[in-house]
């Protein structure tokens, strides 16, 4: 299963509102995660199940979707929000991921 | 709290073998409910998933079809841990390589290993 992700970069302002796609080519029921990764570190989980926030993570993100299509949004984006975000299918084996959208600063 | 730590070295030749291990402390690897993978990223290839082991009564195994026929993960449940094996590798498999746990249901990996760089080089 390919997973497209739109935009591949994004330029925004603190305080914006910001959303990313994430595309299945194939129906993975809601088995789709967000997660978040900065420089030098390993992924952090945001979202699990399409739409489940992940102990910890910050009410400002929130994830939707079901099917084939599912977003990302991200409510008054902070300063330690700027990152590059990926989205994983866990529906079928193997368990691919997008290629990612990085949150830069505006 | 789970927390995975990883081991091996940072560089290994051509036609060699890749060995990694993931330390499990917080959890178990005999976890009847959490499996064990290996992901990798690199520039050229983003995050790939290599494959993982589970328990469900029994062992199992999964692997990425890519790797297939030069991986093998192994799990050790006296020190609960977990290994990556890649045979005959070559520069592309040069890259960071991550362990991380599969969460109950299967719906993420919510807990990762710090990340080990491989380079393959002579």
């Known amino acids: 299963i390919q997973l497209t992700q739109s935009p591949s970069f994004l330029s925004a302002s603190v305080g914006d509102r910001v959303t990313i796609t994430c595309r299945a080519s194939?129906?993975?029921?809601?088995?789709l995660a967000w997660y978040q990764q900065k420089p030098g570190k390993a992924p952090k989980l945001l979202i699990y199940?399409?739409?489940t926030l992940q102990s910890g993570v910050p009410s400002r993100f929130s994830g939707s979707g079901s099917g084939t299509e599912f977003t990302l949004t991200i409510t008054s984006l902070q300063p330690e929000d700027f990152a590059t975000y990926y989205c994983?299918?866990?529906?079928?084996?193997?368990?691919?991921f997008g290629p990612g959208t990085k949150v830069d600063i505006k | 709290q789970v927390q995975l730590q990883q081991s091996g070295p940072g560089l290994v030749k051509p036609s060699q073998t890749l060995s990694l291990t993931c330390a499990i402390s917080?959890?178990?690897?005999?976890?009847?409910?959490?499996?064990w993978n290996w992901i990798r990223q690199s520039p050229s290839r983003g995050l790939e998933w290599l494959g993982r082991?589970?328990?469900?009564?029994?062992?199992?195994?999964d692997y990425a079809v890519s790797v297939k026929s030069r991986i093998t993960i192994t799990p050790d449940t006296p020190k609960d841990q977990f290994s990556l094996q890649l045979n005959s590798v070559t520069p592309e498999d040069t890259a960071v390589y991550y362990c991380?746990?599969?969460?109950?249901?299967?719906?993420?990996?919510?807990?990762w290993g710090q990340g080990t760089l491989v380079t393959v080089s002579s």
């Open positions: 194939q129906g993975i029921n809601s088995y």
């Open positions: 199940a399409a739409s």
């Open positions: 917080g959890d178990t690897v005999s976890s009847i409910s959490a499996a």
């Open positions: 991380a746990r599969e969460g109950s249901g299967g719906w993420s990996f919510d807990y």
């Open positions: 082991t589970y328990y469900r009564s029994k062992w199992f195994n």
């Open positions: 994983q299918q866990l529906n079928t084996n193997p368990f691919t």
